[in-house]
């Protein structure tokens, strides 16, 4: 097939997206795989294993009884945001006993979202004291369960110590549109502070 001079153009000029490695972290069964499955275009990788009584004494399941099976390594999504921006998501395990994959995972990624429930908000006080800790630019996202009582956002920043430009929203992790919206909130929160830190005299 030979191409016209307009097509050729246009292909010529395209430019591939730039890809950003997001962090989808937060407590235990606070619906993380849920948030990846739900947004992500490709079938998402689960690595999920069933609950069992062996795993009973260390796998604390207060307020997430009906949860059947928990992620072991990670979860693995891909958003295409736009033409210039695709974004891959890795989920975290959410048990203390898989902290140890955390650094690998972490690494070269550009920003995080906390996802916390608002009935075991202190699950989520290690996620926020991880990316505080490593400089990791992070956003707060509430998965507003039916049966939670539901608390304005900056009820949740207080009782998280966040610092004022942390972004916290509420959200729905099986809503692609309320999940997509976190994802954008996460990306130019990233970006604002990577310019900050470029162009201090500026910000
Ligand atoms: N009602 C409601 N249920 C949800 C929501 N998000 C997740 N769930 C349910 O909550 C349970 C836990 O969700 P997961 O996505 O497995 O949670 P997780 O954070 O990946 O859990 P771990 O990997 O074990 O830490 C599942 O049964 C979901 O269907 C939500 O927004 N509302
Ligand atoms: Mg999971």
Redesign the pocket.
């Known amino acids: 097939m030979v191409l016209g001079r307009s097509e050729r153009r246009r292909r010529s000029s395209a430019v591939d997206p730039t890809t950003l490695k997001i962090l989808v972290a937060?407590?235990?069964?606070?619906?993380?795989?849920?948030?990846v499955g739900a947004v992500s275009e490709i079938k998402p990788l689960r690595t999920e294993e069933r609950l069992t009584e062996a795993g009973r004494p260390v796998d604390d399941l207060d307020g997430?009884e009906?949860?059947t099976?928990?992620?072991v390594a990670m979860?693995f999504g891909r958003i295409t945001v736009n033409d210039a921006l695709v974004l891959y998501l890795f989920?975290t395990?959410?048990?203390d006993r898989f902290w140890f994959l955390w650094d690998e995972l972490a690494l070269g990624a550009l920003g995080a979202v906390v996802?916390a429930d608002t009935r075991r908000l202190a699950d989520s006080f290690a996620a926020v004291d991880y990316f505080e800790r490593r400089g990791l630019p992070f956003t707060v996202a509430v998965?507003?369960?039916?049966d939670a009582e539901q608390f304005p956002p900056e009820t949740v920043r207080e009782a998280l110590d966040l610092d004022d430009a942390v972004p916290v929203l509420l959200c729905?992790?099986?809503s692609r549109e309320s999940v997509r919206d976190v994802l954008i909130t996460v990306v130019q929160h990233a970006m604002r502070i990577s310019t900050e830190q470029r162009e201090p005299a500026l910000s």
Do not use: S
């Not at 937060?26 to 948030?35: A, E, P, W």
């Not at 998965?143 to 039916?146: G, K, L, S, Y």
């Open positions: 937060g407590g235990f069964g606070v619906g993380k795989t849920t948030l997430v009906g949860k099976t928990t992620t979860d989920g395990p959410g048990q996802l998965n507003c369960f039916d729905d992790a099986r």
